[in-house]
């Protein structure tokens, strides 16, 4: 009896490490279309992607593996083992995931998503949003569909559907109970700012320095707080990312201009924290199992931002980073005050990318409210240029000048990735959260960085969080990692006790 539920969880294992390497596939060319692959491959390249996506969702579908799973499931209630429950629990929560979505959907938003993207990128290129926009229309449909398929006969709502994908548990009502906070706390801070009498230096930001020399620095911090370059590697695209591939290759890329260096060197280091909780993942031992894979993607971007703002842009960073920085970029004259205040200016900015720890999540508020909206079909997408402008100027104060650096400025919607957005601010309330907890753990922290010592950041961090992967909800490990539930406050507290010094303003 115990030897053929045995073989019930190694057959549900092979299945899904084969279901995982179809994944690696596709990772592997989707890492290819955004970095190497020629324009005129575009195409094919769909009918690849669409191809995969539909075999992966057969065998992710296939019902001998449901009648698996649930004999696994027996035996791992049967057996006191935490973690293999765990696995069960989040392996039956995909399988019934993947069986309310139909193939031809699957496929149908595979080959969307790519044409979108292709579009999205002339589009963006001739900033006429008129190019993109019947395909944000049939992405918007399929995912609406998608979402109905998703809630199923028990209604809910349309946009919690998308959103759990890429952060299990959450709900937009919890969103805005966590947005609305922080919105009234940050607004404030951000027009005192503005208004200080003393603001940083920004001359740091406009002075040139040659891209080769970025990239060679770049390189050097990554390696130097941990990035395993033997199992990664790092290029140049238009959009910065990371590709966990497979087990043993987990490749990031940034991109470079001369002025401001402190961007390619910040996206950098926020692929290289992506990069380091997917290369802390135990991949090598559940390749294709819950227990190898990121809990969410709020989760994952509390690590790229933990490393990218509340190491790189701290005083002790900059400590040890300046003798480096200025020997390898050629920077001259610049001292560590001037630096570190450089570093934390808070200035609103058209991009998302390029915006400070502040005013971004301004930026978040607006995608969640607005993708909302045409998700419901409360906002035509004819009228999402003239909704985005407004929403910049009120929130703002600035005036979008074309649809590139307007509503064209993301990706995201171009692949039909609709609910993607808020998990952006969830990770930096995660990041700041975590950031609290790993300096009440780790009291010498500053002085360990200012001396280069990465390690013991890490390895808390590997401790912790990575090697857990899927093992509790976002949510759940946050309150295990930090003691508390999720909340704006240790954000706010983090950027009030920052940004104020910074601008030289007393009081609190
Ligand atoms: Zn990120």
Known sequence: MSGKRTSALQAVAVRLREIGTLRSVQATLSWDQETMMPPAAAEFRGEEMALLSTLIHSKATDPSLGDLVAAAGEQAEVR??????????EIRRDYDNACKLPTELVSELALAGTRGLTAWKQAREESRFEIFQPHLDSLLELNRRKAACLNGDGGGEPY?????EFEPGMKSARVEALFAPLRRELVPLIEELAAAPDPPDAAMHTTPVPVDRQARYSREVAEAIGYDFSAGRLDVSTHPFTEGLAPGDT??????????FADGLGSTMHEAGHALYEQGLPKERFHGRPLSEAVSLGIHESQSRLWENQVGRSRSFWTWALPGASRTLGLKGLNLEQVYRAMNIVAPNLIRVESDEATYNLHIMLRFDLERAMLHGELATADLPGAWNERIRSDLGLTVPDDARGCLQDIHWSMGAIGYFPTYTLGNLYSAQIWEAVRRDLPDLDNRIGSGEFQPLLDWLREKIHRHGRRWPAEELGERVTGERLSHEPLMRYLRDKLRPVYRLSGS
């Open 80 to 89: 006191e083992d935490e973690s293999l429950q765990a696995d069960l629990r």
């Open 160 to 164: 919690d559907a998308l959103l759990d």
């Open 251 to 260: 490749r990031i890329t940034s991109r470079f201009q001369e002025a401001p």
